[in-house]
């Protein structure tokens, strides 16, 4: 019996694009590189752009990897682990997990690596009169390194690159006439800058990211996605800060270096499309943290708060272990998810 083209793995892949807190790139493929990394930065209304200088740099700001070997704490490694609900209330057995490793090269600059790895669960394929035929796994996943360099005392440049790959359906579920193939790949280059500005209490940072070839699974000229390429622009301002308590303010401006053309996506801002957040974090001793954050995307209808808390144990056990938590808002009327963050420094 001739096999129906059940692409239900394709399918999750758009579906995510409509239930998740990642909608500025609908329409792009590579979804598992489009959801923010690290509890701490989703809780701040998913910015972090001009704050991240550790092992997160490699999808925030790669600019910020180059301040990690002056880190105020002393440590010279870190190890960061992520795990995130998809589409909770929906499918449950979808997930995101982000795992990272930096460590300094020198003294003005840092090297990472990272693995993103989108499960998207099981799927049920079924045969042209209805009935059901093999069930199959989909994935997507990316692998990555990073270098960030000190330029001065408060410039920080960084350049990042990835490999990333799709599994979403095997050719045993697609049609015989299917001219594609249920895999893709591609690759990706991002740039960052970070600049410190002392005198106002202030980071200002600037990214491109993604940049790559657009993925196809069949004919490129029948179809193909781009990736979910972005220019970000951040700020992070420290209200106040002694060793009792401190403030900061975030937010992050994002807009897609994709647009529709007729037929096809090119290359270009498309401002139709623009996403920002921003939020504050209160901590106590440099130990607990408090994070609330507002979160505006046009895909989605999202106008939603994000919140989250961390605990750092280093005042406590003199080791570097983090944890953060973090809920995030999906579409409008959809239930938020959450995500969870361990960091280990040493």
């Given at each position: 019996m001739k096999r129906q083209?059940?692409?239900v793995a394709m399918v999750m892949a758009l579906s995510l694009g409509i239930t998740s807190a990642a909608l500025a790139s609908s329409g792009?493929?590579?979804?598992?590189?489009?959801f923010p990394i690290g509890a701490r930065y989703n809780a701040l209304g998913e910015a972090g752009t001009a704050l991240s200088q550790d092992v997160t740099s490699q999808w925030w700001n790669v600019g910020g990897l180059g301040f990690m070997p002056s880190n105020p704490q002393g440590y010279q490694r870190e190890v960061h682990f992520m795990q995130s609900s998809l589409a909770q209330g929906l499918a449950d057995d979808i997930g995101l997990y982000w795992l990272g490793y930096a460590m300094p090269m020198g003294k003005v600059g840092a090297l990472g690596f990272n693995l993103n790895y989108l499960d998207m669960g099981d799927q049920q394929a079924t045969n042209e009169d209805g009935s059901l035929s093999e069930t199959f796994h989909s994935y997507m996943f990316s692998i990555g390194a990073s270098y960030g360099v000190r330029i001065s005392r408060t410039l920080g440049f960084g350049l990042g690159v990835k490999y990333f790959r799709d599994e979403l359906a095997p050719e045993t579920v697609l049609q015989?006439?299917?001219?594609?193939?249920?895999?893709?790949?591609?690759?990706?280059?991002?740039?960052?800058?970070?600049?410190?500005?002392p005198t106002i209490r202030s980071n200002i940072g600037l990214t491109v990211v993604n940049l790559g070839p657009d993925i196809s699974h069949q004919d490129a000229d029948i179809q193909s996605d781009p990736m979910p390429r972005k220019a970000t622009l951040g700020w992070a301002f420290s209200m106040y800060s002694n060793p009792q308590s401190g403030l900061l303010m975030v937010a992050d401006y994002q807009v897609p270096l994709y647009k529709w053309d007729v037929n096809d996506y090119?290359?270009?801002?498309?401002?139709?499309?623009?996403?920002?957040?921003?939020g504050l974090e209160w901590n106590y001793m440099r130990s607990l943290f408090l994070r609330f954050g507002y979160k505006s995307a046009?895909?989605?209808?999202?106008?939603?708060?994000?919140?989250?808390?961390?605990?750092?144990?280093?005042?406590?056990?003199?080791?570097?272990i983090t944890f953060e938590f973090a809920?995030?808002?999906?579409?409008?009327?959809?239930?938020?998810?959450t995500r969870f963050s361990l960091a280990y420094r040493f």
């Open positions: 083209m059940l692409a792009a493929g590579a979804i598992n590189l489009t015989d006439d299917y001219t594609g193939d249920g895999s893709a790949s591609s690759f990706g280059v991002d740039l960052g800058l970070l600049w410190k500005v090119g290359f270009g801002l498309d401002f139709d499309y623009v996403e920002y957040g921003g046009q895909y989605g209808d999202i106008q939603d708060t994000t919140w989250g808390f961390g605990v750092d144990l280093n005042q406590w056990v003199n080791k570097g809920q995030v808002p999906q579409a409008k009327g959809l239930p938020k998810v």
